[in-house]
């Protein structure tokens, strides 16, 4: 029998994230909804296989789980891509190891896709592990955003994760993002050049293009723990992954805008490395180093070649 839900987890070294995710997904799911998780492990060394093993085996129930080992460290579009052509659901919730669904979150994101045809993706509020909300769905980067952050207005004028209704907005984060998978694949999913960092945006941009909506959908709430985002041990590489991302992107669907698009980036980065100068707490190498590789996005190291070295060695 199809299912009519596909949950799609992606796991990096996140065991603990993992499970905990895991036990949300098992306690907020509908149960009138009939579901499959897939679960796929990137690469992980630290024994994040065999916990899904014992979670699927006492608390999951082996039919309706299915664990992925890719056996390699790939980007995270091509491993939600991976995810979504191997769904069997019309609609696939994609969830980073980190998050971890809130009551009655599945039911609004299902809600809001019935109730809006023509949207190819819905995204959940995120909230930090204290359950502030976090800024989640945002306008299409372009001419206004590049502006807007230039002159520090950017959480103004582009961030759209606001109020309290089902918006249409430009994109959504992929950490708890309902898809139909028509759409995907009518897209071809998501774009594996991206290795992580503006792969939903331009997921997104590319469904608009095709004529689909992007909602977002506020009283579906999932905590997110942006365990990436909060590990400085890969701190550098991922900034540099950050802005060659957002650099692709502006160079694959505003051409013109790209040479320009470099400098105002890097411009607010460098008034912060300034002022952190003379502001406790602050570190200006930290901004520098976001304003150098806003400049040239395409120098440095990032997580992709940390992903290649361990695949380099592994095969080894």
């Keep these: 029998m199809v299912p009519d839900l596909s949950y799609c987890v992606v796991n990096t070294n996140g065991r603990e994230h993992l499970l905990a995710c895991l ?46 080992e890719t056996g390699r460290r790939n980007g995270k579009a091509e491993n939600d891509s991976t995810l979504l052509e191997r769904a069997r659901a019309p609609l696939c919730l994609l969830l980073n190891e980190d998050s971890e669904l809130q009551p009655k979150a599945v039911e609004e994101l299902l809600g809001a896709m019935r109730a809006n045809p023509g949207a190819g993706a819905a995204g959940a509020l995120l909230l930090a592990p204290d359950g502030a909300p976090q800024p989640c769905a945002w306008r299409l980067p372009g001419p206004l955003s590049l502006l807007a952050g230039m002159l ?38 998501l774009d594996p050049e991206f290795f992580v960092y503006s792969d939903e945006t331009d997921f997104c941009k590319r ?16 905590i997110h723990h942006e365990q990436l985002a909060t590990d400085r041990s890969a701190g550098s590489r991922r900034v540099v ?4 991302g957002r650099d692709r992107y502006m160079r694959k ?49 990032g997580l992709a070649e940390a992903a290649a070295e361990y695949n380099r060695r592994a095969a080894g």
């Design 23 to 68: 036990e949300a997904i098992r306690a907020t799911h509908p149960g009138r909804v009939d579901h499959e998780i897939l679960v796929l492990d990137n690469a992980s060394d630290d024994g994040s296989p065999d916990a899904v093993r014992e979670w699927i085996a006492t608390r999951g129930g082996a039919r309706a789980v299915e664990l992925i």
């Design 152 to 189: 520090f207005l950017h959480r103004l004028f582009t961030v759209e994760s606001r109020g309290d209704r089902v918006t249409e907005v430009g994109w959504v984060q992929s950490s708890a993002m309902l898809v139909r998978r028509q759409a995907a694949a009518e897209v071809g999913y």
């Design 207 to 222: 469904l608009h293009d095709a004529g689909w909506s992007i909602v977002f959908v506020p009283r579906a709430k999932a």
């Design 241 to 244: 992954e950050f802005h060659r």
């Design 253 to 301: 669907h505003h051409r013109r805008l790209a040479w320009l698009a470099r400098p105002l980036s890097a411009f607010p980065y460098l008034l912060r490395a300034l002022a952190a100068r003379v502001l406790p707490g602050h570190d200006p190498g930290w901004y520098m180093l976001h304003a150098r590789q806003a400049l040239r996005p395409g120098s440095g190291d």
